[in-house]
T-cell receptor, first 113, second 114 residues
Protein backbone atom coordinates (compact mmCIF):
# COMPACT_ATOMS: atom_id res chain seq x y z
CA UNK A 1 0.00 0.00 0.00
CA UNK A 2 1.53 3.31 -1.08
CA UNK A 3 -1.18 5.63 0.11
CA UNK A 4 -0.77 9.12 1.46
CA UNK A 5 -4.00 10.80 2.53
CA UNK A 6 -4.66 14.52 2.84
CA UNK A 7 -7.50 16.49 4.37
CA UNK A 8 -9.33 18.60 3.55
CA UNK A 9 -9.63 18.17 -0.19
CA UNK A 10 -10.58 21.82 -0.67
CA UNK A 11 -10.15 24.81 1.63
CA UNK A 12 -11.26 28.41 1.24
CA UNK A 13 -9.98 30.89 3.78
CA UNK A 14 -9.74 34.62 4.35
CA UNK A 15 -6.48 36.41 4.88
CA UNK A 16 -7.10 36.69 8.62
CA UNK A 17 -8.08 33.07 9.18
CA UNK A 18 -6.06 30.29 10.77
CA UNK A 19 -6.43 26.87 9.26
CA UNK A 20 -4.49 23.60 9.08
CA UNK A 21 -3.82 21.00 6.42
CA UNK A 22 -3.35 17.40 7.46
CA UNK A 23 -1.37 14.57 5.89
CA UNK A 24 -1.19 10.94 6.99
CA UNK A 25 0.71 7.85 5.90
CA UNK A 26 0.92 4.38 7.38
CA UNK A 27 3.74 2.97 5.29
CA UNK A 28 6.36 3.31 8.00
CA UNK A 29 8.04 6.11 6.09
CA UNK A 30 10.32 8.33 8.17
CA UNK A 31 10.53 11.28 5.79
CA UNK A 32 7.59 13.52 4.95
CA UNK A 33 7.37 16.52 2.67
CA UNK A 34 5.21 19.51 1.86
CA UNK A 35 5.10 20.83 -1.70
CA UNK A 36 3.30 23.78 -3.22
CA UNK A 37 2.05 23.58 -6.80
CA UNK A 38 0.70 26.50 -8.79
CA UNK A 39 -1.43 25.92 -11.86
CA UNK A 40 0.41 24.55 -14.89
CA UNK A 41 3.68 24.33 -12.91
CA UNK A 42 5.62 21.48 -11.31
CA UNK A 43 5.56 21.05 -7.52
CA UNK A 44 8.00 23.11 -5.45
CA UNK A 45 9.45 21.79 -2.22
CA UNK A 46 8.54 23.68 0.96
CA UNK A 47 9.53 21.54 3.95
CA UNK A 48 11.10 18.18 4.75
CA UNK A 49 10.73 16.26 7.99
CA UNK A 50 13.03 13.39 8.81
CA UNK A 51 12.30 11.27 11.88
CA UNK A 52 9.75 13.88 13.00
CA UNK A 53 12.31 16.66 12.96
CA UNK A 54 12.31 19.53 10.51
CA UNK A 55 15.38 19.06 8.36
CA UNK A 56 14.74 21.37 5.43
CA UNK A 57 12.90 24.67 5.12
CA UNK A 58 13.11 26.04 1.61
CA UNK A 59 12.91 29.67 2.80
CA UNK A 60 9.16 29.47 3.20
CA UNK A 61 7.42 32.52 4.77
CA UNK A 62 6.56 32.15 8.46
CA UNK A 63 2.85 32.33 7.72
CA UNK A 64 3.30 28.62 6.86
CA UNK A 65 4.13 26.58 9.95
CA UNK A 66 4.74 22.83 9.63
CA UNK A 67 4.35 20.32 12.42
CA UNK A 68 5.06 16.60 12.66
CA UNK A 69 3.31 15.25 15.78
CA UNK A 70 4.34 11.64 15.11
CA UNK A 71 5.85 9.47 12.42
CA UNK A 72 2.54 9.09 10.56
CA UNK A 73 1.18 12.63 10.65
CA UNK A 74 2.24 15.90 9.10
CA UNK A 75 0.39 19.17 9.49
CA UNK A 76 0.73 22.53 7.81
CA UNK A 77 -0.63 25.42 9.85
CA UNK A 78 -1.71 28.47 7.88
CA UNK A 79 -2.10 32.00 9.21
CA UNK A 80 -2.44 35.40 7.58
CA UNK A 81 -2.05 34.02 4.08
CA UNK A 82 -2.08 36.10 0.93
CA UNK A 83 -4.13 35.51 -2.22
CA UNK A 84 -0.94 34.47 -4.03
CA UNK A 85 -0.68 31.54 -1.62
CA UNK A 86 -3.65 29.96 -3.39
CA UNK A 87 -2.36 26.68 -4.81
CA UNK A 88 -2.49 22.90 -4.57
CA UNK A 89 -0.58 21.75 -1.49
CA UNK A 90 0.84 18.28 -1.82
CA UNK A 91 2.16 16.03 0.90
CA UNK A 92 4.61 13.23 0.12
CA UNK A 93 6.50 10.60 2.06
CA UNK A 94 9.47 8.33 1.51
CA UNK A 95 11.13 5.57 3.45
CA UNK A 96 14.04 7.80 4.39
CA UNK A 97 15.14 11.27 3.43
CA UNK A 98 17.53 11.10 0.54
CA UNK A 99 17.10 9.29 -2.74
CA UNK A 100 14.18 7.09 -1.74
CA UNK A 101 11.10 7.25 -3.92
CA UNK A 102 8.53 9.82 -2.84
CA UNK A 103 4.84 8.95 -2.82
CA UNK A 104 2.36 11.78 -3.06
CA UNK A 105 -1.06 12.41 -1.61
CA UNK A 106 -3.99 13.81 -3.62
CA UNK A 107 -3.41 17.34 -2.39
CA UNK A 108 -5.43 20.12 -0.78
CA UNK A 109 -6.70 22.82 -3.11
CA UNK A 110 -6.35 26.08 -1.14
CA UNK A 111 -8.04 29.32 -2.10
CA UNK A 112 -7.20 32.48 -0.17
CA UNK A 113 -9.73 35.31 -0.54
CA UNK B 1 23.46 21.49 -11.65
CA UNK B 2 21.25 18.53 -12.34
CA UNK B 3 18.09 19.24 -14.25
CA UNK B 4 15.46 17.64 -16.40
CA UNK B 5 13.84 19.09 -19.47
CA UNK B 6 10.68 18.04 -21.23
CA UNK B 7 10.78 19.52 -24.73
CA UNK B 8 7.06 19.09 -25.41
CA UNK B 9 4.71 21.36 -23.48
CA UNK B 10 1.61 19.77 -24.95
CA UNK B 11 0.93 16.65 -27.01
CA UNK B 12 -2.30 15.47 -28.58
CA UNK B 13 -2.76 11.85 -29.66
CA UNK B 14 -5.70 9.79 -30.86
CA UNK B 15 -7.04 7.06 -28.66
CA UNK B 16 -5.37 3.78 -29.55
CA UNK B 17 -2.28 5.47 -30.97
CA UNK B 18 1.17 5.01 -29.54
CA UNK B 19 2.73 7.62 -27.26
CA UNK B 20 6.23 8.81 -26.50
CA UNK B 21 6.93 11.61 -24.04
CA UNK B 22 10.45 12.98 -24.02
CA UNK B 23 12.64 13.69 -21.03
CA UNK B 24 16.28 14.76 -21.07
CA UNK B 25 18.46 14.99 -17.99
CA UNK B 26 21.75 16.61 -17.24
CA UNK B 27 23.90 14.80 -14.74
CA UNK B 28 27.38 13.34 -14.58
CA UNK B 29 26.82 9.99 -12.92
CA UNK B 30 23.89 7.64 -13.46
CA UNK B 31 20.91 9.56 -12.22
CA UNK B 32 17.80 8.53 -10.39
CA UNK B 33 14.89 9.16 -12.76
CA UNK B 34 11.13 9.10 -12.29
CA UNK B 35 7.96 9.61 -14.26
CA UNK B 36 4.89 10.88 -12.40
CA UNK B 37 1.39 11.45 -13.78
CA UNK B 38 -1.07 14.01 -12.47
CA UNK B 39 -4.72 13.90 -13.46
CA UNK B 40 -6.59 17.23 -13.27
CA UNK B 41 -6.95 18.40 -9.69
CA UNK B 42 -5.19 15.31 -8.34
CA UNK B 43 -1.90 14.46 -6.71
CA UNK B 44 1.09 12.89 -8.41
CA UNK B 45 1.12 9.16 -9.05
CA UNK B 46 4.40 7.35 -9.61
CA UNK B 47 4.41 5.58 -12.98
CA UNK B 48 7.92 4.14 -12.88
CA UNK B 49 11.47 4.80 -11.75
CA UNK B 50 15.03 4.02 -12.81
CA UNK B 51 17.94 3.78 -10.42
CA UNK B 52 20.24 1.24 -12.10
CA UNK B 53 20.19 -2.09 -13.92
CA UNK B 54 17.99 -2.91 -16.88
CA UNK B 55 17.59 0.24 -18.94
CA UNK B 56 14.04 -0.65 -20.01
CA UNK B 57 11.72 -0.08 -17.08
CA UNK B 58 8.16 -1.28 -16.86
CA UNK B 59 5.62 0.75 -14.92
CA UNK B 60 1.99 0.81 -14.07
CA UNK B 61 -0.91 1.40 -16.48
CA UNK B 62 1.02 -0.14 -19.39
CA UNK B 63 3.77 2.50 -19.45
CA UNK B 64 7.46 1.84 -19.96
CA UNK B 65 10.53 4.03 -20.16
CA UNK B 66 14.00 3.53 -21.54
CA UNK B 67 17.14 5.02 -20.05
CA UNK B 68 19.66 5.99 -22.74
CA UNK B 69 22.88 7.32 -21.30
CA UNK B 70 24.28 8.22 -24.73
CA UNK B 71 21.33 10.52 -25.37
CA UNK B 72 20.80 11.64 -21.74
CA UNK B 73 17.19 10.63 -22.17
CA UNK B 74 14.51 8.79 -20.24
CA UNK B 75 11.52 8.77 -22.59
CA UNK B 76 8.14 7.43 -21.54
CA UNK B 77 6.20 5.20 -23.93
CA UNK B 78 2.86 3.49 -24.19
CA UNK B 79 1.85 1.35 -27.18
CA UNK B 80 -1.85 2.23 -27.13
CA UNK B 81 -3.24 5.30 -25.38
CA UNK B 82 -6.58 5.30 -23.59
CA UNK B 83 -8.75 8.37 -23.06
CA UNK B 84 -8.08 8.09 -19.31
CA UNK B 85 -4.37 8.73 -19.94
CA UNK B 86 -5.10 12.42 -20.56
CA UNK B 87 -3.13 14.15 -17.81
CA UNK B 88 0.03 16.07 -16.98
CA UNK B 89 3.22 14.03 -17.02
CA UNK B 90 6.31 15.04 -15.04
CA UNK B 91 9.80 13.66 -15.41
CA UNK B 92 11.87 14.07 -12.25
CA UNK B 93 15.30 13.43 -10.80
CA UNK B 94 17.26 14.17 -7.67
CA UNK B 95 19.42 17.26 -7.48
CA UNK B 96 22.41 17.01 -5.19
CA UNK B 97 22.81 20.13 -3.09
CA UNK B 98 23.44 19.94 0.62
CA UNK B 99 20.66 17.37 0.49
CA UNK B 100 18.92 15.27 -2.16
CA UNK B 101 16.06 17.28 -3.59
CA UNK B 102 13.56 16.07 -6.17
CA UNK B 103 13.40 18.40 -9.12
CA UNK B 104 10.69 18.13 -11.69
CA UNK B 105 10.66 18.93 -15.36
CA UNK B 106 8.14 21.52 -16.52
CA UNK B 107 5.63 18.83 -17.46
CA UNK B 108 3.97 17.65 -20.66
CA UNK B 109 0.22 17.96 -20.97
CA UNK B 110 -1.33 15.04 -22.84
CA UNK B 111 -4.69 15.32 -24.59
CA UNK B 112 -6.37 12.27 -26.07
CA UNK B 113 -8.77 12.55 -29.00
CA UNK B 114 -11.56 9.93 -29.05
Amino acid sequence: DTEVTQTPKHLVMGMTNKKSLKCEQHMGHRAMYWYKQKAKKPPELMFVYSYEKLSINESVPSRFSPECPNSSLLNLHLHALQPEDSALYLCASSLMQGTDTQYFGPGTRLTVL
Amino acid sequence: AQSVTQPDIHITVSEGASLELRCNYSYGATPYLFWYVQSPGQGLQLLLKYFSGDTLVQGIKGFEAEFKRSQSSFNLRKPSVHWSDAAEYFCATFMKTSYDKVIFGPGTSLSVIP
